[in-house]
């Protein structure tokens, strides 16, 4: 749908959100950003927040209402939606986080699914943040 709106969104996308996967792994492995317990929490409890807003937008939606910005192409939406791409961001170093503790830890082997699907998860919704924020910047022009 976005690709036969706006032509070239959806390989731009896939490239930024490869680019940012590759480089939070870069970011750590070399050990810029670690996963300490307040990191965990203070991203946790974005995520949480964001899926929060989301499920608002969703339940106003189906009466007609929406949530103010979070969808608009202002600087403003721009704004929440480079947030969120953020928090995307960063919720790989939690994804990462986990894959390297339970091989330390010898979790068992269908563990890695799990790990797989979260790390998977991540994936799709940056891709989609990023799609959107691409979108909202095509509709400025």
Request: charged letters at 10%.
């Amino acid at each position: 749908m976005f690709e036969s709106t706006y032509y070239g969104i959806t390989l731009q996308a896939a490239l930024l959100t490869m680019c940012i996967f590759l480089g939070m792994l870069i970011v750590y492995k070399t050990g810029l950003i670690r996963a300490t317990a307040g990191f965990k929490r203070g991203v946790i409890a974005a995520t949480l927040g964001i899926a929060l807003v989301y499920l608002l937008s969703f339940v106003l939606g189906m009466f007609g209402l929406s949530v103010p910005y979070l969808h608009d192409s202002t600087p403003i939406g721009i704004g929440i939606s480079i947030f969120i791409i953020i928090i995307a961001a960063l919720n790989f170093v939690l994804d990462f986080n986990l894959i390297e503790e339970g091989a330390q830890q010898g979790a068992p082997k269908y563990m890695e699914w799990y790990c797989s699907f979260g790390l998977l998860v991540t994936l799709i919704w940056l891709y989609i943040e990023i799609i959107r924020l691409l979108a909202k910047l095509a509709n400025r022009k």
